[in-house]
């Protein structure tokens, strides 16, 4: 039986300098289906991000430091699962890896059964023992910050629209706290569409050499809808450009704050786009039903289904889907050979009375088809706990007012943002 977390791959972090180990790894991770990040061959903070994002983290006890590292993430995540990997000259090391919080540990040479073994053990155990119980004695699965990204590589096809409405209905209808993030270097849109006047942006960490959560705090603003917003520049002389780095560490943050973190993201295929997908536990692909626009969202589905460093399974999600003289969804479906999550109804009308008010249709016409069809797509993104245990997590907030560059697979940029 394949070692998994139920409703996804299982997300597996390497950290070793052993060209043997990653090999005997990749082949493992290809016969259970797990989604194996790139291997880590050195410490330092860009190997905390796959680590913090990954399920399980395996750890060669050669690695530099590895006791001290495997303290420095069960610190900042104590369920972390870290199995470790121990050859003749490490074994010495082995009970001060236990100490420091790795649940069990593997000898080296690897046997694949004696891994996946261990793996499939670590993992039923963690269930059994991190698992809360409902009022029925049911038990349910603890929470975690899901990255939810809408993307596409056409602009106009109502990206935002989705973004926007999507994060109130994550709200609304998951009991859930909800941050709001522009991932792009342009004028913002979220802050047009949600009526918003913020006192900071994205462009107060230009030049940070730290970003912790402190500093992610004082850039959330508070939505009159109660979801928070982590917008771009809203003036001309406001816009800025931030490195890869920066905004990996401001995902991780933000993931660190709330249930769910919506990304609304820009037509460009950059840097930023990538590091968005990257870390994302779930992609929405938007495309109108028209030629020029499915060809973008197909490209892009393509390129990222390619990529190995990107975990998530993208959805195609098509709006304006019964506009006239659109492409109908059978056979869209078809040509294209995937599954549609969703279609979301052409209502200029609504859409166009909610951008021009700055009211999101979500809040003022919930139970318009539109918004109807954008609440069923909550439910494919998994469950989490009540927000009342979630505001734990942003104690400060209540002061606030309302890898590789997966575009050279041959994607062009179609469209503005």
């Known amino acids: 039986m394949a070692a998994s977390i139920p409703g996804k791959a299982l997300r597996v972090a390497l950290l070793t300098n052993n060209d043997e180990i990653i090999k005997q790894v990749e082949e493992i991770s290809m ?20 680590c913090l994002r990954s ?69 039923s155990k963690h269930r059994e023992s991190s698992m809360e119980t409902d009022a029925n004695g049911q038990l349910k699965t603890p929470p975690v910050g899901q990255i939810v990204s809408v993307v596409s590589l056409k602009g106009g096809v109502g990206r935002t629209t989705l973004a926007v409405n999507l994060a109130m209905a994550l709200y609304e209808y998951k009991q859930a706290n909800v941050i709001l993030v522009e991932a792009h270097h342009k004028l913002s849109d979220v802050t047009l569409f949600t009526n918003l006047v913020p006192t900071h942006t994205l462009a107060k960490l230009v030049g940070e050499t730290h970003i912790d959560r402190d500093i992610v705090y004082t850039l959330l603003q508070r939505h009159a809808s109660g979801i928070y917003i982590l917008p771009g520049a809203n003036r001309l002389e406001d816009l800025f450009e931030l490195p890869p780095k920066v905004w990996r560490r401001v995902l991780l943050m933000v993931s660190e704050l709330a249930s769910f973190v919506v990304v609304d993201t820009d037509s460009q295929p950059d840097e930023v786009l990538t590091e968005v997908l990257m870390q994302s536990d779930h992609i929405l692909v938007v495309s109108d039903p028209t030629i020029a626009s499915l060809r973008s969202a197909s490209t892009l589905m393509n390129a990222i289904q390619q990529e ?64 109807r069809r954008i609440i069923e797509i909550t439910r494919m993104l998994g469950k989490v706990e009540p927000v009342e245990e979630q505001e734990r997590k942003l104690p400060s907030l209540s002061r606030f007012s309302s890898p590789l560059p997966f575009w050279r697979l041959g994607i062009s940029q179609q469209g503005a943002s």
């Open 31 to 50: 016969q259970q289906g797990w989604h194996l990040y790139p291997p880590v061959r050195s410490n330092g903070e860009d190997c905390q991000i796959p």
């Open 55 to 123: 399920d399980l983290i395996l750890l060669d006890l050669s690695f530099p430091d590895a006791i001290g590292f495997i303290s420095s993430i069960r610190s900042r995540r104590p369920d972390t699962l870290i199995v470790a990997l121990a050859d003749a000259p490490h074994l010495k090391d082995l009970q001060s890896a236990l100490l420091a919080g790795a649940a069990a540990f593997v000898s080296i040479p690897l046997e694949p059964n004696q891994l996946e073994m261990t793996v499939e053990h670590v993992l």
């Open 308 to 371: 190995s460093t990107m975990a998530a399974t993208p959805r195609l999600v098509i709006n304006r889907s019964d506009m006239p003289g659109g492409i109908s969804s059978r056979n869209i479906a078809k040509r294209l050979g995937v599954e549609i999550a969703a279609n979301l109804p052409d209502d200029p009308k609504l859409v166009n009375f909610a951008l021009n008010a700055g009211v999101p249709f979500m809040l003022s016409n919930p139970n318009a088809l539109l918004s």
